[in-house]
């Protein structure tokens, strides 16, 4: 609604529109930040800095921004991650979620697991290299969600 209310308001319809575009569109102006989830907190940061001009030469660190997203919104937070890049700026993830793993252009695995059972370097490089990596458990997951995802986009056969 604010968006169409501030229509006749370039700059602050812009800052508004990135808003809605990393989906946080059910939020209230003057809401305050207080009551956001950390993954909501970070998702207005990335919207501030969507709303400046890019120089193409920045640096973005997120931590699993994708929690508490619904699928649509992980494709719309996708969407802004690869403008970035394309961009020149360069964009590092912290995430569990497959989809964003699999959509990586580099990933570093650590593992193999947390605690004393983790913390060490398993991969560095393109994806299906991780496939492949020993005690990955990444690998592992990613190969599996590989292998369903493409079993659903395949045809099906006539009995």
Known sequence: DAVIFFDKFPKIKHKLQTILDVALGYITL??????????????VKLATELARKSTGKTLYIMDEP??????SDIQKLMSIVST??????????????????????????????????????????QRDGVLKAAES???????????????????????
């Open 30 to 43: 003057w809401q305050s930040a207080l009551t956001l989830s950390g993954g909501e907190s970070q998702r």
């Open 66 to 71: 994708t929690t508490g997203l619904h699928f």
């Open 84 to 125: 970035l890049v394309e961009k020149k700026n360069t964009v590092v993830i912290i995430e569990h979620h497959l989809d964003v793993i699999a959509n990586a252009h580099y990933i570093i695995d650590m593992g193999p697991e947390g605690g004393e059972r983790g913390g060490r370097l398993l991969y560095q490089g």
């Open 137 to 159: 458990y990444t690998g592992e997951c990613l190969q599996e969600y590989l292998e369903h995802k493409k079993k659903q986009l395949s045809p099906k056969k006539k009995q």
